[in-house]
């Protein structure tokens, strides 16, 4: 609800400490709340359980469509970039001479090349957005 300008939101009548310090708490209780459920699905605990997730997370919201640089995503993206992953994932099992502990080299080769996309299409997109601003400003010339 805050956004990415904090000021503009106060100005709107959001009461930004509030609702930052509620997205906190609930952060926190969503955690303890994956750590529990990993604690009874493992009858242990270790603070580094949750860190082969962290290239599977990134790679889900980049393939989702959002940007690491900032911006906005959807959720149906998110979504379907779940499902490509979990199909990739029953794919490579399929294949026993695929060991396991290539699955983290192939995820970051998966990331590297949608980071590679990603940087080439918004390239791109940025070069249209330049070209038609010329062309809209020789436009706005002639008629002056």
Known sequence: MVGSNKTAAAFSGIK???VISRT???????????????LANYNSAKPDYGSAYTLQCILIVVLGGIN????????????????IL?????????????????????????????????????????RLIAREQKRRQGINQTRA
């Open 86 to 126: 979990q199909i990739m994932s029953s794919g490579l099992n399929l294949f026993p001479e695929i060991s396991n502990f290539y699955r983290q080299m192939i995820w970051g080769g998966v990331l590297l090349f949608v980071l590679t996309m990603n940087y080439f299409s918004d390239t791109k997109a940025d």
């Open 16 to 18: 930004v400490s509030s």
């Open 24 to 38: 906190h708490m609930y952060s926190g209780v969503l955690a303890a709340i994956a750590g529990l459920i990993m």
């Open 68 to 83: 690491p640089d900032g911006g906005f995503g959807k959720v149906g993206g998110v979504t379907i970039a779940i499902l």
